[in-house]
């Protein structure tokens, strides 16, 4: 492989519980009814404005309801660091599987969130990733999801060619992506969305655990430092 690609919600990061906690807060204050945490967490992946316009059940995006997500979502951020309860911990076995990946000599990593670059560098500093990813694409550096542009952006940056990156996400978003760019799709079964919709839509793999993403594709036991 030349490039893998991550989704970050729901694939390297559990941020359930503040993206709810969010969508809950911001429906109540703009006084509309949300759907349910299904409904919820199956919007997220899209760009801000297009996921809360769906979440609301409307044509367009409104800006009172982003706006107030941002303001709602930027406070529990702040509020997370003395509440354990809103912590947006890494999944089992991201951190050792990807330093793993981090030692294959030639194989660069990449992001592509539909968080704004601003938040997609939260995390990052959060997690002590600086330096880890060649790539980052967010909200902010192309369409939203599923839109192939991200992945594009990413294998430009990177010289990677097509047939030899893969895209690992939880979303039907990031599988029609992944499909749309003609990269491989990769399935996480813990993310956000059913994964049996996943395979439905082109996933080739499916992990169960994110150690075995390495096998998964192919690739062999990297050296260790």
């Not at 009814?33 to 404005?49: F, K, N, Q, S, Y």
């Not at 560098?121 to 599923?146: C, M, N, Y």
């Not at 996943?198 to 996933?203: E, N, S, T």
Request: aromatic share 6%.
């Amino acid at each position: 492989m030349d490039l893998i690609i991550f989704d970050l919600d729901g694939t390297l990061i559990n941020s359930e519980a503040i993206i709810l906690g969010a969508q809950y807060e911001t429906f109540r204050r703009c006084e509309r009814i949300h759907p349910g945490r299904e409904a919820g967490l199956g919007i997220v992946g899209l760009t801000l404005d297009i996921a809360m316009a769906r979440l609301a059940g409307l044509a367009e995006p409104d800006d009172v309801l982003t706006e107030t997500y941002r303001q709602v979502f930027s406070a529990m951020r702040v509020q997370a660091e003395t509440d354990p309860s809103l912590d947006e911990p890494l999944f089992a076995g991201v951190a050792e599987t990807l330093a793993e990946l981090r030692r294959h000599g030639g194989l660069k990593l990449g992001i592509a969130t539909g968080k704004s670059r601003k938040g997609a560098e939260f995390i990052v500093a959060r997690h002590g990733w600086q330096g880890l990813f060649d790539t980052v694409q967010s909200a902010d550096d192309a369409p939203s999801k599923p839109h192939p542009g991200m992945i594009q952006r990413a294998m430009a940056e990177t010289g990677a060619a097509p047939e030899r990156t893969a895209m690992v996400g939880d979303s039907s978003f990031d599988i029609e992506m992944a499909v749309a760019a003609g990269v491989v799709p990769v399935a996480v079964s813990w993310g956000f969305q059913p994964v049996e919709s996943l395979v439905a839509l082109g996933a080739r793999h499916v992990l169960r655990a994110f150690p075995e993403l390495p096998t998964a594709l192919g690739l062999p036991k990297a050296v260790a430092a």
